[in-house]
């Protein structure tokens, strides 16, 4: 979806290297997500916000931490790269008064070395 | 451990074909189940979704069947046609939360 963008769209760093991907959206959502992709794993929740000051973590939420710096925006960080965070990093939004959809970004493919 | 477990993990179906999805879950408090279809170097898309008031839901040419007892819900995809290859996966969320837990996914391709 064109809404939700996501920086880089390709990656490839080192072992240790600090990492941060970036999430905008001009939906206007206030509800924004972080997945990674893995094959057969589908996707998998690292953190979510509610709102600005609301920050959540998910499933997998261990060796990342994330920022949300305004409605529109959503950072995810790797303060340590390691290999297997080797994956597809999907951000995605929606909106707590229309229902439960999610609209997600075109992702971002990170190797780590 | 997976709280949606997606069988198969690929299928191939020839064009015009059925192609049959299943999920399963653990979480009785889910009352929201999508699908959601991803194309190559996209991210995925809400195709249709169902609440377990329901047992079935038709858009065009996918229906979800939905059976609340068996705690499972799966996508059929009919007249399948080669524009429909895509991975497909499920989830399970609950309606006021907006949280989903997404299956492992599903590759179907629909040869010609």
């Known amino acids: 979806d064109a809404d939700v963008t996501q920086t880089p769209r390709n990656r490839i760093t080192k072992t240790g290297k600090r990492i941060m991907l970036e999430c905008s959206q001009t939906?206007?959502?206030?509800?924004m997500y972080w997945y990674r992709q893995d094959p057969g794993l589908g996707l998998r929740l690292i953190y979510y916000?509610?709102?600005?000051?609301?920050?959540n973590k998910g499933e997998i939420s261990d060796g990342y931490s994330v920022s949300r710096q305004a409605q529109a925006k959503f950072s995810l960080s790797l303060e340590s790269a390691i290999p297997n965070q080797t994956a597809l990093y999907f951000c995605?939004?929606?909106?707590?008064?229309?229902?439960?959809?999610?609209?997600f970004g075109p992702g971002t493919r990170l190797t780590v070395l | 451990q997976q709280q949606v477990k997606q069988s198969p993990q690929s299928l191939i179906v020839q064009k015009g074909g059925i192609s049959i999805i299943n999920c399963a879950y653990e979480?009785?408090?889910?009352?929201?189940f999508p699908w959601y279809q991803q194309f190559p170097g996209k991210g995925p898309a809400l195709l249709i979704a169902?609440?377990?008031?329901?047992s079935e839901k038709k858009e065009g040419r996918f229906t979800i069947s939905f059976n609340k007892s068996a705690k499972q819900f799966s996508l059929h995809i009919m007249d399948s046609q080669p524009g429909d290859s895509a991975t497909y996966f499920c989830?399970?969320?609950?309606?006021?939360?907006?949280?989903?837990?997404f299956g492992g996914g599903t590759r179907v391709l629909v040869k010609p």
């Open positions: 979480n009785t408090a889910f009352d929201y």
């Open positions: 989830a399970a969320g609950q309606a006021a939360g907006n949280k989903l837990t």
């Open positions: 995605a939004t929606s909106n707590s008064g229309s229902g439960n959809e999610q609209f």
């Open positions: 169902i609440r377990p008031d329901v």
């Open positions: 939906k206007g959502h206030d509800r």
């Open positions: 916000s509610f709102d600005v000051k609301d920050i």
